[in-house]
């Protein structure tokens, strides 16, 4: 904590001082900070009201990307980046739903800029087309002589036919032109027939005005129609109506094009040819109405007069599939500075009169089933099945072997079922088997949802069992599709259960994990278990399936009906906390747990339940009758019950240790509890000639695991100092950099606990001490040693064969002597046992050469920390290097 506080202090007095004196962190500041564990980086920011985020945008060399991309006028916070001044959204904008705007119908179709579109040249002319000045015929004669002529229109309005007499036809529909010129032929040219066709037609000028996009006067073909005006002028302005375009003709109105005619039905009969001079006049829209929602054209439609609210559906294309028009609501404005709405079915023709500037919003229907039942898990056909009154479990499966996974749990599966309008919801238990054969076949109910569970608990195990079965190649794709299942009926699932709102679910989870805790902490467990990761679950294991349900039942639990779990711990299967079924009994809370284990003792098991007044109750319970029909089988539980399964007394499972080395018969050998060493030495048939018990290697997995937790300790307390350490002096006044102290840190994390215990065999193996063994215990016993190893900070690491005569000083000169940062008071001895001694070389009166060393010890000279300003980095190293001293010393015997 003093480290901690340090860190605090320093690293707030570098960041939190007068905007006027802001310094930026450095890159190695900020790199120690990112070090602190993630409970107290978010304690400073909490306490400060820092953004830990704005760390994370820091380019390689430390600076803020910000100052990269941004214009450096910007306001800087006080980790040197620029602020934007944009100005947040409240949260009710965050999360207010933004729809997609409605725009007025078929305004898009003539909106933009002018074109120059017109009727092509080859288009067929009308009969009823009127000729006029400039238009061009063409003119084929047949007979006895052959000709082609082209005659054009003069000013006048006469037409001149080769030799023949002029005509006036300005006027005339072009029916009557044709058939006036071929008479003239007949009459003039005998034996000559004429073929006559329309060539070029002549422009005519009229003008668009009103609500046009560009109103003005145009140019246009003679056979352009009042849609081509429209084109031309660049459309309709957002004002304009689509459905009173009115031709007008010498101050007259000729016709009123309805452009919805058009655009809906397709009606193009009002779009009549213009006359020059004409005048396309666009008035203001008129009465406008939004329909929106459940309908397949959703849009602002302009109404007429008299139209009522079937026309506006039918405007807009008619109701979707998924319409409910008989909860519909309208918007009115009642003229009053305010709406109003009214809810109406528009199924009925005379509910509803539109007004202007309503807006009319068709709801969708529900997406529940009414009678149908739903069956997820490990099932090969997962989905929505049709319910009729009577239907059972049975019925949902042709064939446990075709209609369930290979991995599907035969004992165990839940009907989960609503009982109100709230959506609060009961489980009912049942066995496949049982409902096939017809002993627990239960009655489904609208709305049901059957879960079938995976019998394995992990990934891993579950994936060994596959690997052991012959299954087919649809069987082996089915488990390929597990995946896509997995998320489509987690989903489905939720939107079942409605657990609200996504902080909601999250928070109703959390607290059903809360209240498993609780449950299986009313006595607390003995036994150490390995628990697996999230995503180390099987995809239809109990953990994953049942917690929506068990957050589901913690929410609508009350104080009148409890919250309906239960628990079950001790020799079954899969302990854990299990949703309590309707009517449930002890039966049903053993099948939920996977089962008994081979260990349950039977005649004895614990109930512990909660009272009234929250007090615990224990009641023992016989299990021996659980698969007859008779006894406590059918004990009913209660909400928050938890059953304790014993095991049978003096339950071991097969012990092993692991004898290796220097022993007539090594080997692996099963122990029995409290087995001494001494006596499975002398089953492996003792000592051989060549042994060296002195310096037996004996380790422990419960010690490996105790010693692993306190190194990871050491290195997680010396990153903390070492951060505290670089802001106290700014990394540089320190002898080593950054960089080294990060490597010296990475390489102590990476030592990894050996689990030796100490021992004196040769006094074990005489019978003058005792040591009784564990399971995978290891006793490697070496061959004999006549060698002293020499490591740390000599000038030559390395082993000299042992003599009798020499001493400490002896071997530490055949190694070149001690390099200048040796601590040469604080050199000690591993022993060949494993022992540590330190020899005494620092008192006045020591006498250096007397230290008698043994083969196979190791001399360790250490690193004198004065080279580093401050002692605790390296009395923190120092613990952790002499456990890797006692490693390098049991590997080394182990290599002899």
């Known amino acids: 904590m003093k480290f901690f506080r340090l860190v605090i202090a320093l690293f707030m007095s570098l960041l939190f001082i007068t905007e006027a004196h802001s310094v930026t962190p450095t890159k190695q500041q900020i790199e120690q900070f990112k070090k602190l564990p993630k409970s107290q980086q978010e304690a400073i920011a909490k306490k400060y009201g820092l953004d830990i985020s704005m760390l994370d945008s820091t380019n390689k060399d430390g600076e803020s990307l910000d100052d990269e991309n941004n214009s450096s006028v910007m306001p800087r916070d006080l980790f040197g980046e620029k602020k934007d001044n944009k100005e947040e959204l409240t949260d009710e904008e965050k999360f207010k739903p933004q729809p997609d705007e409605l725009k007025p119908f078929g305004y898009e179709l003539f909106s933009g800029e002018p074109t120059t579109f017109a009727p092509t040249e080859s288009a067929l002319v009308p009969d009823t087309y009127i000729v006029g000045s400039g238009d061009t015929l063409t003119v084929n004669l047949f007979g006895k002589e052959a000709s082609t002529e082209e005659a054009t229109i003069d000013r006048e309005g006469r037409l001149t036919v080769g030799s023949l007499k002029p005509v006036t036809v300005a006027g005339m529909q072009y029916a009557d032109v044709v058939q006036l010129i071929k008479a003239k032929v007949q009459q003039e040219m005998i034996g000559a027939e004429a073929f006559v066709s329309m060539g070029k037609t002549r422009s005519i000028r009229i003008m668009v005005l009103g609500e046009s996009y560009k109103p003005g006067a145009y140019t246009v073909p003679s056979l352009a129609s009042i849609t081509h005006a429209l084109f031309v002028s660049g459309g309709i302005s957002e004002i304009g109506s689509l459905r009173n375009i009115q031709l007008k003709r010498a101050g007259k109105t000729v016709t009123t094009l309805d452009l919805y005619n058009l655009l809906i039905k397709g009606d193009s009969s009002n779009d009549v040819i213009l006359k020059p001079g004409d005048v396309v006049f666009i008035p203001p829209v008129g009465m406008q109405v939004t329909v929106d929602g459940e309908v397949r054209r959703p849009a602002i439609f302009e109404l007429k007069e008299g139209e009522s609210s079937q026309d506006l559906i039918a405007m807009a294309g008619g109701f979707s599939a998924a319409a409910f028009p008989q909860k519909s609501v309208v918007e009115r404005y009642t003229g009053h500075s305010s709406k109003t709405v009214l809810q109406l079915n528009l199924f009925d023709k005379n509910a509803y009169t539109p007004k202007n500037g309503d807006t009319v919003k068709v709801p969708s229907s529900s997406q529940e089933l009414d009678d149908a039942v739903t069956l997820i898990g490990a099932v090969s056909h997962p989905g929505n099945y049709s319910w009729h009154e009577g239907k059972t479990v049975s019925q949902l499966f042709n064939s446990l072997k075709s209609d369930l996974l290979p991995i599907a749990d035969y004992d165990y599966s839940l009907i989960v079922r609503e009982i109100n309008v709230r959506g609060d919801i009961e489980v009912h238990q049942f066995s496949l088997l049982d409902a096939v054969n017809g002993k627990q076949d239960l009655e489904l109910k609208p709305r049901d949802i059957v879960v079938v569970f995976s019998r394995f608990q992990s990934i891993e195990s579950e994936e060994n069992a596959l690997n052991t079965m012959a299954l087919t190649k649809e069987q082996l794709k089915q488990q390929e599709k597990i995946r896509l299942w997995d998320e489509y009926e987690e989903r489905k699932f939720y939107e079942f259960i409605d657990l609200g709102s996504s902080f909601d679910k999250e928070l109703a989870l959390s607290v059903a994990e809360e209240e498993e805790e609780e449950v299986l902490s009313i006595t607390e467990m003995l036994t150490n278990k390995d628990e697996l990761e999230d995503d180390e679950y099987a995809v239809f294991s109990r953990k994953k399936l049942l917690k929506p349900i068990l957050a589901k039942l913690n929410q609508q639990a009350t104080k009148d009906s409890g919250l309906q779990i239960i628990g079950v711990r001790g020799e079954v299967f899969y302990e854990g906390v299990y949703p309590m079924p309707v ?72 012990r092993k240790i692991n004898i290796l080395g220097e022993v007539k018969f090594p080997g692996i050998y099963s122990i029995a509890k409290g087995e001494s060493l001494s006596s499975v030495i002398k089953r492996a048939g003792g000592f051989t000639d060549f042994s060296f018990p002195e310096g037996a290697v004996f380790t422990r997995e419960a010690i490996r695991l105790q010693q692993q937790q306190q190194l990871n300790k050491i290195s997680e307390d010396l990153r903390r100092d070492i951060a505290s350490k670089s802001f106290n002096n700014s990394i540089t006044d320190a002898s080593l950099s950054y960089q080294d102290m990060d490597s010296l840190i990475k390489d102590l994390a990476k030592v990894k606990a050996v689990g030796r215990l100490v021992i004196d065999l040769p006094a074990i193996a005489s019978g003058k001490r005792d040591l009784q063994v564990e399971d995978s215990d290891v006793l490697y016993v070496p061959s004999k040693r006549n060698s002293v190893d020499v490591v740390g900070e000599v000038n030559f690491s390395g082993s000299h064969l042992y003599q009798n005569e020499l001493s400490l000083d002896d071997y530490l000169t055949r190694s070149g002597g001690l390099k200048p940062r040796a601590d040469e008071d604080r050199i000690y001895i591993i022993k060949a046992s494993g022992l540590v001694e330190v020899p005494n070389r620092g008192s006045w009166f020591a006498v250096n050469n007397d230290f008698e060393l043994s083969p196979g010890d190791t001399i360790v000279v250490p690193l004198d920390t004065d080279y580093i300003d401050n002692l605790t980095l390296w009395s923190s190293a120092t613990q952790i290097m002499y456990q890797m001293g006692v490693a390098v010393a049991a590997i080394s015997s182990l290599g002899n």
């Not at 909660?610 to 029909?629: A, C, F, P, R």
Request: no cysteine; hydrophobic share 35%; glycine share 4%.
């Open 583 to 654: 009517n449930a009994d002890v039966h049903d809370a053993v099948a939920a747990a996977g089962g008994l284990k081979e260990s349950a003792f039977l005649q004895n098991a614990e109930v512990t339940r909660y009272t009234e007044n929250s007090d615990l109750q224990h009641i023992s319970i016989d299990l021996s009758t659980l698969n007859t029909k008779q006894g406590t089988e059918h004990f009913a539980l209660e909400s928050k019950d938890t059953i304790n399964v014993y095991p049978i007394p003096n339950w071991q499972q097969d």
